[in-house]
Structure formats: C-alpha cells, structure tokens
C-alpha cells in the first residue's frame, strides 16, 4: 500500500511537471523541440481523415436511417453486441396499409384494384430499400468505423505517448542546461541519451501508422465505389418498379375510367407524363368534343365501347379528322396503343365512349390509342 501511494504521487508530480512545461511551452517561455515537416504533414492528414470519416459516417447514416430514435435504438443494440430487430419499412407499411385498405373497399373494384397493384409495388420498392441499407451498412459504413474506432484510436494512443516523450525530452535538455556540477551534467548528460532514444523509437512507431492513412484511403475508395454500386441497383430496381406500375395503370386506365367523363373534358384527369408535366401540355388543347367522333356501332352502348372495341379494327370517319403534333415521346403499355416520337405527325379522333383523355391515332397502316397530353391538336 505504501508503494502505491509513492508511485500515485510520483505519476502526479510527472503529470503536473508536464502540463506546466506544456503550458510554458504555450505561451512561448520554454524550448520545444519540433517535428519536422513530413511528420507534421502526415500528422494534418491523420487529423482531416478522421474529422470528415467522422462526417461521411454520421450523413450516410442519417441517409440510410432519417430517424433519429431508430439510429439510437441501432446503436444501442451495436453496443450491447445484441441483433438490431428487423424494422418494417415506410414503403413496406404503406403497401399494408394499401392492401388492407383494398380489401374493405373491394378487390374487385377500380379503386381497390389499383389500390392493390400500387401497393405491390411499395411493397417491392420497400424491400429494394432494405436490401439497398443492409448492403451500405455492411461494405462501407462497417469499414469507417472500424477505422474510428479501431485504426484511429491505437494512432491516437501512440501520438500522446509521443507527446510526452517529447515532453521529458525537452525536460532532459532543461535540466541539463541548468546543470552546474560535472557529476549533475553528466548524470543529465546520460539521461538525456536515454530519453533521446525513446523519443525517436516512438516517432518512428507513429510515422510508420501515420503513412498507414494511405492504405486507409485506398480501403475506404473501394468501399466507395461499392456504395455506388449498390446505390445504382437501388434505384435502378425502383425505376423499373415505377415504370412497370406505371404500364399497369396506363393499360387499366380506359377500363377503370370508360365512360365516366365522357362529354365533361374540363373535369377529366390527364394520365402521367414521362417527360414534362402533363398540365403545360393539356393547356395547349382545345375541348375534347371537338374531336370528329365514329358513329356509335349498332348493339355496343357508348359506355363500354372503349372496352369492347379494338382500335385496329375501326375505321376513321370519311371526313372531319385531325392532325396532331406529338410533343413527347411515349412507350406503348399494350398491343391497344400506339407509339409515339416526338415532333412526328399523326391523324386522330374518337371513339363514342371512349375517356376523353385518349383518341384514336393513326401513322401510316399503324393504329392505335394515344394519349391526348402528349399531342398538340392543329386546326
């Protein structure tokens, strides 16, 4: 016990002798014997690749997890070395919600049949988002912070024994300054070697992990362009998710909508442009009941001659067709529909039934539905 209290106050006398050579050193009444320019260099890089590590890793999490609770939950359960329970998804539990929703309304209805198909594809854009964050988590946010907290902390622990091996060297270099005696200069003297020697085997133990950040960096770029990776397949999946979704309802929409609008062209819903906002587009047009319409083919009620007819085997009115100007280019969903470039030219018009919002096209021997917001209607 009594060796203890020696040694406590010994290691005090040290840490105070230290911090007042320090503070001396601060305010510039004591020698400081300096590093040169390419440790000091590495020792600046050290310091700005932790900083923005630090910054990289807290933003991407943020991205990967905007809420707050549930990053604290996740690190909770990091710390306790404990499985983060799986979490349900936004997308996942909009499509739940949809699909729950579909079934009080009615499978079998407009509403309820889009409200299952839209909600399917939730369901799908939300799985590609976990499948997107767990393969984040793993190849690059795992590798920065194992750096922090693994490569970073033993260069941290090596540069503050450095510290205070410069700390006693530079001590050594005072005591002998003030020396008068030969014994005391050369006891000094000898003292000074030693400490001497540990401070250049400890700057050369920190040199040789400060030029480790070069390895570090090639790392984290790997781990980089592993995160694009995975980042592009992410969004790639839910583009093609959306674009499928969007073929889905474009080649429902006269069935769900036939008939409901007919001769109301105001009130009508333009369907979804790929390219440029469908209301600049349905500005330019003039009503709908302006555009010629076939007569009504005998035994097929207006209502569901949309749905019943096949536009390649109606023909065009004798006279009191339109041209049209197509403004956008657009993919047909089904064998009903016709293609369009943009800048070409096309004749057009109506069938009895039909929702206001698509017209008969016709491009050479080539026919089909168009939609009426990627056209510009001429006189």
């Known amino acids: 016990m009594d060796f203890n209290v020696k040694k406590l106050a010994s290691d005090a006398g040290v840490f105070f002798s230290r911090a007042m050579q320090f503070t001396e050193e601060k305010l510039g009444q004591a020698e400081k014997t300096e590093l040169d320019a390419h440790f000091e260099n590495l020792l600046a890089r050290a310091d700005c690749t932790k900083n923005w590590t630090e910054k990289i890793l807290r933003q991407t999490e943020v991205l990967l997890q905007p809420n707050p609770s549930a990053r604290v939950e996740e690190f909770l359960y990091e710390k306790l070395d404990r499985k983060v329970p799986s979490r349900v998804t936004n997308g996942e539990l909009l499509a739940q919600y949809m699909t729950e929703a579909a079934n009080d309304f009615g499978p079998g209805t407009p509403y309820g049949k889009t409200l299952i198909k839209v909600g399917e594809t939730q369901r799908r854009l939300g799985a590609a988002e976990r499948d997107f964050i767990h393969s984040a988590s793993i190849n690059f946010l795992t590798p920065l912070r194992n750096f922090l907290e693994g490569d970073w902390r033993t260069i941290s622990k090596e540069r503050r024994i450095l510290q205070n091996c410069r700390l006693d060297l530079d001590a050594c270099k005072a005591r002998l300054k003030k ?201």
Not at 231 to 260: H, P, R, V, W
Not at 341 to 366: C, F, K
């Open 179 to 379: 020396a008068k005696a030969a014994e005391a200069k050369a006891a000094a003297e000898h003292e000074l070697r030693l400490t001497q020697t540990e401070f250049d085997r400890q700057a050369e133990v920190t040199r040789l992990l400060l030029e480790g950040i070069s390895s570090t960096h090639v790392n984290h770029l790997r781990c980089l362009h592993e995160f694009v990776e995975s980042q592009t397949n992410y969004y790639a999946q839910c583009y093609q998710y959306m674009l499928d979704l969007q073929k889905q309802l474009g080649s429902s929409k006269g069935e769900i909508f036939s008939g409901t609008f007919v001769g109301n062209a105001e009130s009508a819903s333009p369907p979804p442009a790929a390219t440029s906002p469908p209301a600049v587009a349905a500005a330019t047009l003039p009503a709908v009941p302006t555009i010629p319409v076939v007569p009504t083919i005998a035994g097929v009620p207006n209502t569901v001659a949309e749905s019943v007819l096949n536009p390649n085997e109606v023909k065009p009115p004798a006279s009191g067709t339109r041209k049209a100007r197509v403004l956008y280019d657009y993919e047909a969903a089904d064998s009903t529909e016709l293609a369009l470039l943009a800048d070409e030219m096309i004749t057009v018009y109506s069938l009895p039934g039909m929702d206001p919002d698509w017209l008969i096209g016709e491009r050479g021997n080539q026919k089909g539905k168009v939609p009426v917001t990627y056209l510009e209607l001429l006189s």
